[in-house]
T-cell receptor, first 112, second 117 residues
Framework: ETGVTQSPTHLIKTRGQQVTLRCSSQSGHNTVSWYQQALGQGPQFIFQYYREEENGRGNFPPRFSGLQFPNYSSELNVNALELDDSALYLC???????????FGSGTRLTVV | AQSVTQLDSQVPVFEEAPVELRCNYSSSVSVYLFWYVQYPNQGLQLLLKYLSGSTLVKGINGFEAEFNKSQTSFHLRKPSVHISDTAEYFCAVISSITDNYGQNFVFGPGTRLSVLP
């Protein structure tokens, strides 16, 4: 098992810019979810993809968008960055959700 | 909708002492319950989960948790902690209702366990 790999590990962007975060799912996992973890808080659900289709979305604005590719890797795109978007972004993959997710180490995004 | 409360934001405890991290949840539907641990600069790792059956579940690293439906609680315990248990612990729930729009975890705010020598 290779686990879940996220890139980059750290990123600094300016307010108003756009950012793309990448995630390589664990082998055999067909579901990927993205979470935002602000400092000192628990992860908040952004959205989930199953077999390249979005099949769940949390309370995040449309400027947060995503993709899942045929190899089950995934991207999270955020447009028009705001200061409050500064957080750790976690990608998690699973084959069966009730097995629990396998989380990546996250991308630390800082918006200045 | 579901929500998770972890009343203790920080729990300091001496090495080899027992510890209990509290988790309470609210949900209009039945849920499954999970505990995750996050070590510094790492992602979350599954400790244990309750899906059905025995209300006492055992996980990795000597942790266990007990589901109490009447009190809507899922407290995490360890009889003797080690320095290496220092980390952030998150309780999470997920609806047991599956639908075409998928399921997602709702996490609590976390409890920082600090094990002191």
């Amino acid at each position: 098992e290779t686990g879940v790999t996220q890139s980059p590990t750290h990123l600094i962007k300016t307010r108003g810019q756009q950012v793309t975060l990448r995630c390589s799912s664990q082998s055999g996992h067909n579901t990927v979810s993205w979470y935002q973890q602000a400092l000192g808080q628990g992860p908040q659900f952004i959205f989930q993809y199953y077999r390249e289709e979005e099949n769940g979305r949390g309370n995040f604005p449309p400027r947060f968008s995503g993709l899942q590719f045929p190899n089950y890797s995934s991207e999270l795109n955020v447009n028009a960055l705001e200061l409050d978007d500064s957080a750790l972004y976690l990608c998690a993959s699973s084959f069966a959700v009730l097995d629990g997710y396998t989380f990546g180490s996250g991308t630390r995004l800082t918006v200045v | 909708a579901q929500s998770v409360t972890q009343l203790d934001s920080q729990v300091p405890v001496f090495e080899e002492a027992p510890v209990e991290l509290r988790c309470n949840y609210s949900s209009s539907v039945s849920v499954y319950l999970f505990w995750y641990v996050q070590y510094p600069n790492q992602g979350l790792q599954l400790l244990l989960k309750y899906l059905s059956g025995s209300t006492l579940v055992k996980g990795i690293n000597g942790f266990e948790a007990e589901f109490n439906k009447s009190q809507t609680s899922f407290h995490l315990r360890k009889p003797s902690v080690h320095i290496s248990d220092t980390a952030e612990y998150f309780c999470a729930v997920i609806s047991s209702i599956t639908d075409n729009y998928g399921q997602n975890f709702v996490f609590g705010p976390g409890t920082r366990l600090s094990v002191l020598p």
